[in-house]
C-alpha cells in the first residue's frame, strides 16, 4: 500500500502472466485433474480459481500452492474440451486456458 507522501514509489499490478506447465499426471474427462501453473513475478499473496466449460458451466476447482514457486488448478472434468480458469492473482483477473483430451 502506498503512503501518500512517502518516497518509495508504488505501482499497482494491472497485468499478471501465467504458464501451463506440462504434467506427467494422468488427466481426463471424470479423473481428478491436476494442471500445474506458473505464476510469473513475485509470489502473490492471494489466489483463487474457477473453472468453466466451454458452455460456461462453473466445475468446483481448487488452487494449490505447491510450495516450489508453482500452483496446481485441481477440479474433475466432466468431458474432454475446452475449459477456462479464471484466476485472481492478488486482485487481478487471469484467465487460462486448459484442455482435456478424450
Do not use: C, M, W
Not at 22 to 48: M, Y
Not at 52 to 70: E, V
Amino acid at each position: 500500500v502506498h503512503v501518500l507522501g512517502s518516497p518509495i514509489p508504488f505501482e499497482q499490478v494491472t497485468e499478471v502472466e501465467v504458464d501451463v506447465l506440462p504434467t506427467n499426471k494422468p488427466f481426463g474427462a471424470g479423473i481428478k485433474s491436476s494442471f500445474p501453473i506458473n505464476i510469473n513475478g513475485p509470489k502473490p499473496s492471494h489466489v483463487t480459481a474457477q473453472v468453466r466449460d466451454a458452455d460456461g458451466n462453473i466445475i468446483p476447482a481448487t488452487i494449490r500452492d505447491n510450495g516450489d514457486g508453482t500452483y496446481s488448478i485441481d477440479f474433475v472434468p466432466l468431458a474432454s474440451g475446452d475449459y477456462d480458469a479464471e484466476l485472481l492473482v492478488d486482485g487481478v483477473p487471469v484467465h487460462v486456458p486448459l484442455s482435456v483430451p478424450k
